[in-house]
């Protein structure tokens, strides 16, 4: 039923939130380069310390600091063997110092390691490592010098990742570190996308009719925010045939969720409403008034189809509209990872009215000197400008009119014109 009382934007993303859970589920990915953007559905703690076991911060002499006098005093040890990466560390016989390599783990009996440019050489020469002695003039004699601990970055028991976290490269390499290689993460909704409305399903020009921007633009967007879009197409003002596409294109990809644009508002030809009116045991929607602009008609319900009911997310049809309803609503609700908010003050030439019931996202570009200057008009239809932008700034309810200079939340997008 439409409902006159605005509801808080906050509201209307925990509904879909809510809406969408139950069809997520997860699947295993191997720790490389296909891991990059998914996003953890589980924690995961470190079964080992990293790193495992003391190791050598550099190539070098390592040694106990009782055998050094004081700083820049030179000395001369005998020497052991050498300690390479992945040897077992072994021992350190008293008095002398043993070659070590950076990685290598520490002897037992040393405590820090001289590097080699404090040696007489000043560098490792061809056979030098199996010198009986080396020549050093430490520059520092404290234990622990040049000595990574074991469990200096990670240690057993830490957790390493948590649910709705994104795996990137980063991550991807601190949790190989830690002894993983698969990770369970979200697998991605498959979505059937649907763009209503007798005008975008062809015709010429003059006669009305209009590119379809809304497909491709949610279709991308949707993909960006972790889902599967496995069927993509239009439909006229019918409500017939827009319930016929839906079900056979659910039913032929196994479709978790739907999302349409378009249908939702107050017109005479709201092909979603219609839909709803004219099947209400098989659609099941509510459309409420959401307190944002642009996109403000929203609709949200399921449609019953084999014994299950598919989650369906209906946004309003100007393009403006349609995308920031992805932005705002289906991104965050699909566990995306959440946009960057910063407060930042705006630079205006005039000040720029705002409806105070509504919170009002504009398009705004970011500054080098950290201000941001809107980018276009308020209106919905003005897909260029969210093209070219690249940010949100974000008007809250209750203000009338922005001024310059003033500091607003600002939701930072990718892209834009830079």
Request: proline share 9%; with cysteine; net charge negative.
């Amino acid at each position: 039923m439409a409902g006159t009382q605005r509801i808080p934007l906050a509201d209307h993303v925990a509904d879909a939130a809510a809406l969408v859970s139950g069809s997520r589920r997860g699947e295993p990915c191997p720790l490389d380069g296909r891991a990059v953007g998914r996003i953890a559905r589980v924690e995961v703690r470190s079964a080992v310390d990293v790193p495992g076991c003391d190791n050598s911060q550099m190539d070098g002499y390592a040694l106990a600091v009782t055998d050094l006098a004081t700083a820049g005093e030179e000395l001369t040890l005998p020497l052991g063997t050498t300690v390479a990466a992945g040897d077992a560390p072994g021992d350190l016989e008293p008095g002398t110092a043993r070659p070590i390599m950076t990685g290598a783990p520490i002897p037992r009996g040393a405590d820090a390691v001289v590097p080699v440019e404090e040696s007489a050489a000043g560098r490792f020469l061809p056979g030098a490592v199996r010198d009986q002695a080396v020549t050093l003039r430490p520059a520092a004699t404290a234990p622990g010098r040049f000595v990574r601990r074991r469990g200096s970055d990670t240690r057993r028991g830490d957790a390493v990742l948590r649910p709705g976290q994104e795996l990137t490269p980063a991550r991807i390499a601190h949790l190989a570190a830690c002894g993983l290689r698969e990770i369970e993460v979200e697998a991605p909704l498959r979505v059937v996308l649907l763009s209503t409305g007798s005008e975008v399903t062809g015709g010429p020009a003059d006669a009305g009719a209009v590119h379809d921007a809304n497909g491709p633009g949610l279709a991308a967007a949707l993909t960006a925010a972790g889902a599967e879009v496995v069927h993509r197409g239009a439909v006229p003002d019918d409500a017939a045939v827009l319930l016929e596409q839906l079900r056979s294109s659910v039913r032929a990809h196994d479709a978790d969720l739907i999302v349409t644009s378009g249908g939702v508002s107050a017109g005479a030809f709201e092909v979603v409403r219609a839909a709803a009116a004219e099947e209400t045991g098989a659609v099941s929607m509510a459309f409420p008034r959401v307190a944002m602009q642009p996109g403000g008609p929203q609709g949200i319900g399921t449609l019953a189809l084999d014994g299950r009911r598919v989650p369906w997310l209906a946004f309003p049809g100007n393009p403006v509209s349609a995308l920031l309803s992805c932005e705002l609503i289906a991104r965050p609700a699909l566990g995306a990872p959440p946009r960057t908010r910063l407060r930042l003050p705006i630079r205006l030439e005039a000040p720029e009215p705002s409806p105070p019931e509504l919170a009002q996202h504009r398009r705004a570009h970011l500054l080098p000197s950290g201000q941001v200057r809107l980018a276009g008009g308020a209106s919905s239809h003005l897909i260029g400008a969210l093209a070219a932008a690249d940010a949100l700034v974000v008007v809250p309810v209750g203000v009338e009119a922005v001024h310059d200079g003033d500091v607003l939340e600002t939701l930072l997008l990718p892209g834009g014109d830079r």
